[in-house]
């Protein structure tokens, strides 16, 4: 069986939580003895199953996208991706998986010609694949009956004018000439689906697969003292983010750490990886130790495994890869009750879940769970055996192995 896995780059550095499920997914079939390729525009590995698709018609998609951009559409001037049915790794393909196709890498236009004579499988992201321009639509339902009267052109991918509604038009019309298989990573986005565009085709769900080998507890002091930090801190780790990103919640956070009394601050440090801790940081008047953009897995389980909880304040989210990354270090997650977040991260459980928004809430988490140890202890435990028995890379692998085969057959 030959698979060929799409998506923007290869690394989340450029692609994202997508890239980072599909790189991870891969891996995971190669060892399996599935025959996994992956076709991308951004390659950041040195691996040689990853190929990276150049395209030759760059300064007509340019202008197109100038053009389209300004028309309100995203997404539809990468003319060279009709094109991939000539590279030699589609055509050597028996199954394509698309991760999503709106980082600007494929046109959802050429979906049909790319699905035509190969089963394919449509992994959801997000909310984009069935709305008129956003990746999530917060409280707006409008995606279920055409779009249109946008009330959040701002959201990601903005828009320069509302052709929200001719968007979904254009979205239905290709839908309706591919050939989909959606699998969907959490319940949240699997109702969605439903009510969705996308209910004429199956959809399985199938959450995102970690390594437990490697994202597992390791030694709290050895891990602090590889990165420097004091022993007798309070560690609270995020993933850096611009303040002024609505969907991840920087704002929300900003408030929460504010709110925290000025003696816990003093004992607590900051743990960041990403971009933007240190003016967060320096905000909120807090001791942070900031690693930069961390890709190395083993790395990043080191960072999970120092901290006493993981923040993650996000808006909106259909998985959320990283607070799965904590939990199987054995680390509690402070969130907020939205999306496909609540599905691993479970108050009382493997953590804590706020009122959705309230910043308030989110900062009484923390200081419930910094102040109680034991709760603490209970929760880690209670992480690594749910990483382990729900959200292992071979069960994810294996799951999407069986829908391969009904689909090959």
């Known amino acids: 069986m030959k698979v060929l896995q799409l998506w923007r780059s290869d690394s989340g550095e450029f692609g994202g939580g997508g890239a980072v499920a599909m790189y991870r997914l891969h891996s995971g079939l190669r060892q399996a003895g599935i025959d996994s390729k992956i076709l991308c525009q951004f390659k950041t590995t040195n691996s040689p199953e990853v190929l990276q698709y150049h395209s030759n018609l760059e300064q007509l998609e340019k202008i197109l996208k100038q053009v389209t951009s300004r028309l309100g559409l995203n997404n539809i001037h990468r003319l060279s991706s009709f094109k991939i049915k000539q590279h030699p790794a589609y055509l050597d393909a028996d199954i394509l998986h698309f991760h999503g196709i709106h980082g600007g890498f494929i046109s959802y236009l050429a979906l049909p010609a790319l699905t035509e004579s190969k089963p394919t499988v449509f992994t959801l992201c997000d909310m984009w694949a069935m709305t008129g321009h956003c990746a999530f639509s917060y409280d707006c339902d409008r995606w279920k009956i055409g779009c249109g009267k946008c009330p959040y052109p701002d959201s990601n991918p903005s828009i320069k004018r509302d052709a929200t509604r001719l968007e979904w038009k254009l979205k239905d019309w290709v839908y309706s000439h591919s050939n989909l298989t959606i699998v969907s990573k959490s319940t949240w986005l699997t109702e969605l689906a439903r009510q969705s565009l996308l209910s004429r085709y199956p959809i399985y769900q199938i959450p995102n697969g970690i390594d437990t080998a490697i994202y597992q507890p390791l030694d709290r ?59 967060l940081a320096e905000t909120v008047g807090m001791q942070t130790i900031n690693l930069g953009y961390v890709s190395d897995d083993r790395r990043k389980a080191i960072c999970y495994s120092a901290a006493d909880l993981f923040l993650f304040p996000t808006r909106a989210e259909s998985f959320g890869n990283v607070a799965l990354e904590s939990i199987a270090c054995g680390t509690a997650v402070v969130s907020f009750k939205v999306g496909g977040v609540t599905e691993h991260v479970r108050h009382g459980i493997t953590g804590y879940l706020a009122e959705p928004g309230n910043a308030q809430d989110f900062c009484n988490g923390i200081l419930q769970l910094l102040e109680d140890r034991n709760l603490r202890a209970q929760m880690s435990q209670q992480c690594r055996a749910i990483a382990i028995q729900e959200y292992s890379l071979e069960l994810c692998t294996q799951r999407h192995i069986d829908l391969y085969k009904t689909l090959k057959c």
């Not at 309070?234 to 000025?262: I, T």
Request: positive net charge; aromatic residues 6%; glycine residues 10%.
């Open 221 to 279: 002091e050895q891990c602090r003292s590889e990165l420097g930090i004091p022993l007798d801190k309070k560690v609270l780790m995020f993933a850096a983010l611009k303040l002024d990103n609505f969907q991840k919640g920087g704002d929300l956070l900003l408030k929460a750490l504010q709110s925290l009394p000025a003696s816990l601050k003093t004992e607590t440090v900051l743990l960041t990886f990403g971009k933007g801790g240190e003016a």
